[in-house]
C-alpha cells in the first residue's frame, strides 16, 4: 500500500523549501537557456529539480516526471515542474511558482503548488478538498454575475491560428480570456475563484497535475487529461467551475478534435 499520509506531508515540506530555494537564487541568475522562442530554462529550475527529485528517490524510491530532467511513470509517480512560470521568474514577476502532483495507478492523489513571490500555498488531496494556506477554496460558481473570465494558455505545440480560434470562439460565447503565463497558476486561481476556468489545447503533465486535482478538489469539472498516454504526451487541457463546462468543452472539442 501507497503512504498517502506520507507523501502528502513530504509534498508540502518540500514545495516550501524548493520555492524558497528559487527565491534565494533569483537575485544571482546565470542568463537562461532558451529551450524555444519563448520557454526557457534557469539553473533555478534545475537545482529545485533536482532537490525534489533527490528526496523522492531516497525518501520512497517512486517514479519521477520532472519538466527539466524527463522520467517515465509507474504505478506511483511525482510528476513535478520546478518552477512554471519561468518567463515570469526571469522578468521578477510573482507569477511563477512550484507544482508538485502525485499519482497512482492513473488517479491523482495529490496536489501541491507554491508561489514563493506571494506565500500562495495551494494543497488538495483526493476526496479532502482544496486549501489555500489552510482555509478551503471553491470555484467561482459564477458568483459574481459578470462576463466568465477565462485564461486561455498557448505553447508552441499548438499553431497561432488555431490558438486565435480559440480566441474567437470564446469570444462569440461571451467569454472574456487572460494569458498570464502559468497554466499551474492558472489552475490554482480558478481553484479559489479568482478565475472561472482555464483552456489550453495542449499542455504538459508537469504543468497541470497538481492543479487539475486543485479544480476538481474544489467543485469545479476537468476534462480526462491522462486520457490518451496525457502523463507522457500531454494533452489539451479545460477545467472550470461547472456552469462553463458544457461550453468550453464545446469549444476546445470542435479545435482539439475536428470532424
Known amino acids: 500500500m501507497t503512504d498517502l499520509d506520507a507523501r502528502e506531508a513530504f509534498a508540502l515540506d518540500i514545495a516550501l523549501r524548493a520555492g524558497r530555494l528559487a527565491l534565494t537564487m533569483r537575485n544571482d541568475l546565470a542568463p537562461a537557456d532558451a529551450k524555444s522562442a519563448i520557454d526557457f530554462c534557469t539553473e533555478a529550475d534545475l537545482a529545485v529539480e533536482r532537490l525534489i527529485r533527490g528526496e523522492v528517490e531516497e525518501r520512497f524510491g517512486d517514479s519521477f516526471i520532472g519538466e527539466e530532467f524527463g522520467g517515465e ?16 521568474y526571469i522578468h521578477g514577476t510573482p507569477r511563477w511558482c512550484v507544482s508538485i502532483g502525485f499519482v ?86 480558478v481553484a479559489c475563484g479568482l478565475a472561472d476556468g482555464y483552456a489550453e489545447l495542449h499542455i504538459n503533465a508537469w504543468d497541470a497535475m497538481a492543479g487539475l486535482l486543485l479544480v476538481s478538489e474544489a467543485g469545479g469539472v476537468v476534462n480526462d487529461f491522462l486520457a490518451n498516454d496525457g502523463l507522457r504526451k500531454g494533452n489539451s487541457l479545460m477545467a472550470c467551475t461547472p456552469e462553463l463546462a458544457t461550453s468550453l468543452t464545446a469549444i476546445l472539442d470542435t479545435l482539439t478534435h475536428p470532424t
Open 104 to 189: 497512482v495507478r492513473g488517479v491523482i492523489e495529490i496536489g501541491v503548488l507554491y508561489a514563493p513571490a506571494t506565500d500562495r500555498l495551494f494543497t488538495a488531496r483526493r476526496e479532502r478538498g482544496a486549501h489555500l494556506n489552510g482555509r478551503p477554496i471553491k470555484v467561482s460558481g459564477l458568483r459574481h454575475g459578470a462576463v466568465p473570465v477565462i485564461e486561455a494558455g498557448w505553447s508552441e505545440r499548438s499553431s497561432l491560428d488555431t490558438y486565435f480560434e480559440l480566441i474567437r470562439r470564446l469570444n462569440a460565447a461571451r467569454i472574456e480570456f487572460r494569458r498570464i503565463g502559468s497554466g499551474a497558476l492558472g489552475l490554482a486561481e
Open 73 to 88: 511513470p509507474g504505478d506511483a509517480v511525482w510528476v513535478v515542474d520546478p518552477i512554471d512560470g519561468t518567463t515570469g
